[in-house]
């Protein structure tokens, strides 16, 4: 077990995401917990992205089916129905071991593998409901993971949640912020890889005047033009981020030291970077890198004794 658990710290780690710093202050089983569907999350997410996403037309074409097949087996397989299927063998072992022993249900896997469908099937996004309509499964899956950490009382079967309201509700908008400063911070990365990789809705980049072919020169090139892009996009993840504050709360004062902690810290992280990119977004982005680790390293720094 511990080897199937160190199996998957290590490939979350991988992406060095702001998500997995705040979860390394919670207390061991709910790291433990978090790091196993972590890492099930974010192989789904590399194969998209890494492996077919930025092929060729005609590869993806070729492969869409099998990638689609994949992203059933993966599902099966964090819920417990399957044990054979994309995800390693460490990795569905130590979800038998945590996830599965919870109640956390089938909603955060249902989520992102329909959101990963969409990705395959490459299916568009004209406007703002059809963002929101993706980020419920891209990127509020995984926060609602963290919050159930932050809340779920230990139990016969691993965790049990039995706090008023659900974990996606105070989730959903702070998954939400949280994937609106990615897009911020990662746009010029994204661009360059592929468009298919910017998850902007076209009505937005429209309103910019700017188009997804092209948006790679046009960041480079310090367009004005982006700068609206992101104006707009700051003022929508002001939105979700007052309205997820209200909403988590509720939340602070039924859940432990540590995990307040983890939340205020990953909250800070974010908050941050939204600040640097509303003062000057290009310079920003420059800054981002350096700003954010300062801040990964101020938060580990904080942890308290269990």
């Not at 993806?60 to 044990?83: T, Y």
């Not at 309509?133 to 139990?155: D, E, H, N, R, S």
């Not at 902690?261 to 290009?282: N, P, Q, T, V, W």
């Amino acid at each position: 077990m511990a080897e199937d658990l160190a199996f998957c710290r290590e490939i979350a780690g991988r992406a060095n995401a702001n998500l997995l710093h705040a979860a390394r202050l919670l207390p061991t089983a709910r790291q433990e917990f978090f790091f196993a569907t972590y890492a099930a999350m974010r192989l789904i997410d590399d194969a998209v992205d890494d492996g077919f996403l930025c092929r060729p037309t005609e590869e993806r074409e070729h492969e869409r089916s099998a990638m689609l097949a994949d992203i059933d087996n993966w599902q099966d397989q964090c819920l417990g129905k399957r044990e054979q299927g994309p995800l390693p063998a460490e990795v569905y072992r130590a979800l038998k071991a945590t996830a599965q022993r919870s109640d956390l249900g089938e909603t955060p896997w249902t989520g992102l593998a329909d959101a990963m469908r969409r990705d395959v099937y490459e299916q568009p996004m004209p406007d703002w409901d059809d963002f929101l309509g993706y980020a419920a499964g891209a990127t509020v899956a995984p926060a609602t993971i963290f919050i159930y950490l932050l809340g779920a009382k230990p139990a016969e079967r691993g965790f049990a949640w039995d706090l008023p309201e659900l974990p996606v509700h105070y989730a959903a908008d702070l998954g939400i912020f949280c994937y609106l400063v990615h897009i911020l911070r990662d746009l010029a990365k994204d661009a360059e890889r592929s468009e298919r990789l910017v998850t902007i809705p076209d009505s937005l980049i429209e309103d910019a005047e700017l188009q997804k072919i092209g948006l790679s020169d046009a960041i480079r090139a310090r367009d004005p033009r982006v700068g609206s892009l992101a104006a707009d996009l700051r003022e929508r993840a002001s939105f979700h981020l007052n309205a997820g504050r209200d909403c988590l709360q509720p939340l602070r004062p039924l859940i432990g030291r540590r995990e307040q902690l983890a939340l205020s810290g990953l909250i800070g992280i974010y908050e941050s970077l939204f600040d640097r990119f509303s003062a000057d977004y290009f310079a920003g982005m420059a800054d981002a890198p350096a700003l954010e680790q300062a801040l990964r390293k101020k938060l580990l720094a904080s942890q308290v004794p269990s």
